[in-house]
Each structure stands twice: as C-alpha cells, then as structure tokens.
C-alpha cells in the first residue's frame, strides 16, 4: 500500500515537472545564412536563475566597444598634437621671419638716419664755405683789380676804367657741383614730387595773346572731384567769374548735384581744395527747384530755369534771397527742345567776356538753337539771334567772346566741337575743334573768362578743360 501511494506521488511530480518544462519550453524556426531550415527547442532550467559566465559577453561587448571609442580618441588627440607642432612650427617660423625683416627694415632704417645726418653735416659745411666764399668775393668786388700786360718782356700794371673792378680769385665750379650733388642727394631721399598745374602752362602759340578770339583748341580733362551717390550722375559746378563783396571769390567753387525730383541744394566750398576733398563751408537752400544743368554763376548771383517752367530766376549769393525773375519768352521747357542727351535741358544759361547769355528753342525756331542776351539784373532779352543748328542735334553748347559753340556728341570719347556762331556777324560755320568726353557722359558744359576754362560734369566726374584762342580772322569777326 505505501509503495502504491509512493509510487503515485512520484508519477504526480514527475508530470508537475514535464508541466512546468513544457510551460516554459518554446520552439523556434527560423532560416540559417544559407537559407535551410532550422528548428531550435528551448527549455528553461529550473534549477539555474542564470548561465554561469552568460554575462561575459556583455561586459566584453561593453569593454570592447570603450575601447574602440579611447582608441578614436587617442588617434584625435595624436593627429591634434601632430597638427599643433606643425602649427607651431609655422608660426614660429613666420616670427623668425618677420623677426629678420623687422631687423632688416630696422638696419636700412638706421642706414638712411646716419646717411642724412652725413648730408646734413655736409650740406653745413658747403654752406659755412659758400658763405665765406660770398664773403671773399664781395671783398675783392670793392677793390680795383690790377691787370699785369706783358709787352716785349717787360711787365707793367694799370687799373681798369672808373667803375669796373675784377677778382682775383674765382669761386670754383667744382665746388658748386659737390654743392649741387649734395643737394640733390638729400631731396632725393625725402621723395617729394610736386606737380605743376596745367593751368600754369602757357599754351604754345597764346603767349602774347590775352584777349577774344576764336577757339583754336581745348585740352585734356582735369578731373576734381567724382560725385559718391546715384545724385551726382550729372549736375552743375563752376566759379564766378566776376564775384561781388568779400563772403564769396572767384576761389569759391559752386556745385548742384541736378539728379532728384526736388533739386534745391547749392553746395559752396572756400576754394578748389576744399571742394576736391569733399568739404562744402556752405549749403544753401534755393527758393525754387533747379530744372537740369543749365545754370550759372556770375557777379555775385546764381542763374538757372526753374523746374517745369520757362522762368528764370536770379538768386542772391550774398543775402541768400530772390533777387528777379522772368519768363524768357516763347521758349521751350521740360524736354520740348533739349539736348541731345535729354535731361531736360531746354534752357542753358552761359557767361562770357561779354556778358549774360540763354541758348534754347522756341516753337517759332522749330528747333534751331536761339540766342539771347540778357541783362543780369533784371534778366529781360537785349537781343536774339537764330541759328541754323538744331538743338536736339548737339550735345551741348557753351559761349565764348559772343561766339556759341556746340559739341557734337556727349558719349564719344574723341568727338569734336563742330559749330560756331559769331553773335557779332550772324554767321554760323562748321568747325573741327577735337574735343574729349573721357568718362563718356558729359551733361555740362560752361566758360569762365576768368580762368580761360571750360567745366564739365562727365559722368559722376568734375572736370575743366585748358582752352587756347587765337585772334579771330577777317572772315568771321
């Protein structure tokens, strides 16, 4: 009976066990790398919470996958210290280098200081002995000179004539080549230039001549200044050929900036340095809006056409007010009769030697230029003359000694002023008078009789050309 019931008891474990087996046993299918089959049965222990050593492989994971990581490290750390000497090196290379011109440059530099104070010193000395030179020479200017004549052998003295006297000892040019030499030695190593102005340059040809005559040739532009902003693609500067009382002078330089829909500024500089630097003394503030680039300067006022309108106005310098202003009668305005590159220069105001002048058009003149006289105070027309030109056809137009020439193109670098009318006869002719838009977009041009130039506006630039006269010829005076 106990072995029955033993043997039951064993069966009933021995099943409790298969149960709890089978309850954690599980079977796998799954294919191999090579694509075959492969059936995997797995029981979990009942006896194990664990494989001994299962844990391995993690850690060495672990440890294999830090150890990848200090060796990417390692090699950083080795390419940067690699990299860093190498940089070093380089830079201190460029210091050794630098170090040497540094004393290089130094060595020239003390080099050139004992070379000027030995010049100096002989530049002293040269002048302590030209001083007593001088000094020797005048001595013996106030004494009369003997003059030994040999005749047959004998030897007698006489003195010069009353008031002639003579040296006995002459300065030599030795002396005064060492001097020069010197000289130039020690200015050479200041390395100044000086330019002379063209405007010092007497033109070949004009050295007698100072008086009205036909234009026989212009030069080459000067350039000024160069406007900085989009407002000074094209505008007016001049000087007053005949300034009025002490606060403006024909050194002052006047300049409209004409680009703008309500241009009112006019910029005064003390003198041509100070405009070419960029530094106005003045502005001022026109009572009416400019209209394009046909204004002028002359005898203490400013001329120009007001905006959109056929009114020309004279403006004060000195009390900065509104001196006159009057309609210029029948002539066009805002591009009914401009240049040829537009601009809306209908109406050009000019001064010459003789005067006040308005080149234009009218609808009576079809288009062809028309002159007038004006008077400059109350700026009413004295007299007209009409021309045979069309004045869309020209470029620009200018007066000189009651002649009005025109330029026959504004983009050209080489073109020509190609027309003359003579106020005094009332003939026009063609000429060829070469002429030079360096900077090809020239949109004024006007005269100063006083300084005997032409000013432009070429393209943002500010230039005066040198102009030559002859005397006029029987034919057109």
Known sequence: MWLQVSLLCLSCLIL???????????????NDPTGRCHYTFTVASPQESSCPGSGVKPEMDGVLSRLTLLEALVSRLIAGVDGGTGGTAIESN???GLQEAYAQVTGERNQLQQ???????????????????????????????????????????SRPASGMYCTSKQIPISFFSTFLSVYSEF???????????????????NHNFTGCGELLSVGDPVLHRKA??????????????????????????????????????????????????????????LPEPVESTGATMYRGSMYYQRKRSRTLIRYDL?????????????????????????????????????????????????????????????????KSWETNIRKNTVANAFMVCGRLYTVASYTAPNTTINFVFDTATGVGRAVAVP?????????????????????????????????????????SS
């Open 228 to 285: 900085d902003s989009i407002t000074g693609k094209y505008g007016v500067w001049l000087q007053d050929p005949e300034p009025q009382g002490p606060l403006y002078t024909n050194k002052t330089v006047w300049r409209i900036d004409a680009v703008g829909k309500d241009v009112r500024q006019l910029f005064a500089y003390e003198d041509m340095e100070q405009f070419s630097r960029g530094f106005p003394m003045k502005v001022l503030v």
């Open 16 to 30: 409790s066990r298969q149960s709890q087996a089978e309850d954690r046993a599980s079977l796998h299918r799954s």
């Open 94 to 96: 460029g210091e050794e």
């Open 187 to 205: 200015f050479e190593m200041k390395a100044e230039v000086t330019e002379v102005p063209a405007s010092h340059l007497i033109p070949e040809g």
């Open 115 to 157: 070379d000027k104070e030995r010049l100096s010193r002989q530049i002293q000395e040269l002048q302590r002995r030209l001083g007593e030179l001088s000094q020797e020479a005048e001595s013996l200017r106030q004494q009369p000179c003997k003059q030994t004549h040999t005749s047959g052998g004998a030897q007698r003295e």
């Open 318 to 382: 000195a009390s900065e007010s509104l001196a006159s202003r009057l309609d210029l009668p029948h002539a066009g305005f805002h591009g009914q009769h401009p240049y040829s590159w537009g601009g809306y220069t209908d109406i050009d105001l000019a001064v010459d030697e003789q005067g006040l002048w308005a080149i234009y058009s009218t609808s009576k003149a079809k288009g062809a230029i028309v002159i007038s006289q004006l008077d400059p105070e109350s700026l009413e027309v004295k």
């Open 435 to 475: 002429f030079k838009n360096k900077y090809r977009y020239n949109s004024m041009l006007d005269y100063n009789h006083a300084q005997r130039k032409l000013y432009a506006w070429d393209n943002f630039h500010m230039v005066t050309y040198d102009i030559r006269q002859g005397r006029a010829s029987h034919g």
